[in-house]
């Protein structure tokens, strides 16, 4: 109660009076539902009934030609984890397999980890098995009938076990306004995959139309105004995408709040340059997939939009196109992590899911799914957001690069400490990477966390350091942070990072910035100069400002499975098998102390997260200096391979080939 309290006085610090009047419309609401519900259960309503069959994405006829668009390897790859989930066998967040060998336990949570729950009453899984059961007879010429697969009937069983064990309103499973959306869309897919099947009973699907009746009229009392985040936004979605499918079934009633939401909050959390507010690339692209989805979805039933929205909607593309390297990858920079059942679609190409290709089956084609070609040396920059991505066809190197202040969304609790940080990506492979996000939900330590009693997973510090400077590719001045972080996930005083210049030609491009930390009076300013060459060399140059003595740290966080040794006092090298990274470092003044730190416990450095519930150990190179300002230090890095760089002698000794083994060393 006491933590509650504390939240609760915190948040409305730094959100002010807007939070306290959004908190008390949510449980305003919230009670209205509870006193209902009431009177629900002294009445329950009829199990008899027709479920409706309005008009979705795709129709019954469209489904031959779907299965015939998806490629073969994709609907393989669907097949096969449906079938771990006719074993009810579930894998998430990068913890151990579940196998559950009776009934699915829906409360059951591994090592104590929410998240994990979150996923399995997500429902994803009802997706999977519902277009596993249209693949599994193949195309139309195959001559096999899909309706004897077992998928529909294990859908069918495990929605009928999940919606007798959890009553609407009632038990953990119902606690949860973003849940409860989030089940909505998957249950709105299957209960439509279905439909386009044959023999499913029709008293199945009354229960399942009254199980999403259930999840709408809840989520309209329920939305969480006062995380008005992508939270409330992915809220709205799913009231309205009902709402306008129903329309004629009762959805009506939900129209004017779903729309009035919606529309506010695509207005407030979509920035000018089409970049979500909390700016994390996979909070970007869950809800950049999901408005896109929603508005091909109301073009089909012709349900119009405002011009405006659809537009904003439209614009955040650019950004998740800019995002994406050659392999379909994204930098998980903020609180991103992959894999996230939210990511249900790919704006770009359908690398994520199959459900691409049941979007928009009248337009299906391998050019509506291209991406544009590359320039020899491009930048892309996202001025409000405070993001550039630099390209260079050279080994297709993707450098991003954060000149963006902590979040620009009103609820900022998934906003890192990560200005003028950068990633890089090249050869097919990361190289230098972000340490991603952990958040470890009080399970027991392994391996060799245990060892450090203060750091245990539960203890706030091991979660705070994964949004701290130190766990980002920036600088550290005086061991202070950026930005004033609250172990409650607010932030207080932010730093101040401003743009300085941007350059592009058939050479080069460069983009240069600024931070000064929110406890500088101007005596500590930091600003780096990025470049990327044509031939994919990447030039970084950093000044510190100011007029004293600072201690500075700078910190560059390589990829877990690269190996990585000091060749000089100012020379680094990390490889992986025949590629190579060389990183030399030059100075104006003395030459930094150079040190390499992997999977520290006691000063917690050297972690990389690998999942939001795993992290593995990886190295970090910290380059250390003290003294006046002002002080100049610059990068230089380039990539090859072992061979080119033995015969140009830019290795004056090779390093050793063996890595150290890193079976069992994530946590």
Known sequence: MMD??????????????????????????????????????????????????????????????????????????????AEQYLQQRFFFRGLPEVHFQEAVDWNFAPEGNTSWSWDLNRHRSFLTLGTAHHYAGGPPDAGESPGGSPFKDKLIQLWSDWMQRNPAGQGQNWRSPFEVAARLRNWTWAYFLLLASSEVSPLFLHKAWRGLRDHAEYLAEHMEYHWPNNHLLLEAVSLYEFAVIFKEHGGERYLALASRVLEAQVKLQILGDGVHSELCPMYHDIVATELNAFTLLCRRLGKSLPLAMEERIFSMRRFSTALRRNDGSIPLLGDSSFPDTCLRFDASSPIVSDLTYWLRPEKLSARGLSRTAERPVSLELFTEAGYGMLRSDKQQ?????????????????????????????????????????????????????????????????????????????????????????????????????????????????????????????????????????????????????????????????????????????TTIVAWHNDDVLVCELCSSGPAPLLRLVRGEDVAFQGWVATSSARIAPSWVLVAEMEGQMPIELNFKIRISTRSKLKESSDLRQEPDLPMPELAGAQV
Request: a neutral charge; charged letters at 25%; proline letters at 4%.
């Open 4 to 81: 509650r309290l504390l939240t609760f006085a915190e948040k409305t610090r730094q959100r002010g009076p807007g939070y306290v009047r959004d908190l008390l419309t949510h449980h305003a609401r919230a009670t209205r539902y509870r006193l209902g519900s009431l009177s629900r259960r002294v009445t329950p309503g009829s199990l008899l009934g027709t479920a409706p069959r309005p008009m979705f994405h795709f129709a019954t006829d469209d489904v031959c030609s779907i299965v015939s668009a998806v490629p073969e390897s994709i609907r393989r790859t669907i097949l096969l984890e």
């Open 397 to 569: 190197t993707h450098l991003t690069f954060d000149f963006g202040p902590f979040s620009r969304c009103a609820a900022a609790n998934h906003g890192h400490s990560d200005a003028l940080s950068f990633e890089l990506h090249a050869a097919g492979r990361p190289w230098i990477v972000d340490s991603g996000f952990f958040y470890s939900w009080n399970i027991a330590q392994e391996g060799a966390a245990r060892r450090c009693d203060k750091m245990q997973v539960g203890n706030p510090d091991r979660h705070q350091y994964f949004r701290s400077a130190a766990a980002h590719n920036t600088l550290v001045i005086d061991g202070r942070e950026q930005n004033e972080l609250s172990v409650r996930r607010e932030v207080g005083g932010q730093a101040r990072v401003r743009l300085n210049n941007y350059r592009s030609n058939s050479n080069e491009a460069a983009i240069g910035a600024e931070v000064e930390p929110f406890w500088s009076t101007g005596d500590a300013i930091h600003s780096r100069e990025i470049s990327l060459n044509q031939a994919g060399e990447v030039t970084m140059r950093d000044r510190v400002m100011g007029c004293s003595t600072h201690q500075l740290q700078w910190l560059l966080h390589f990829a877990v499975d690269l190996e990585v040794e000091l060749q000089d006092a």
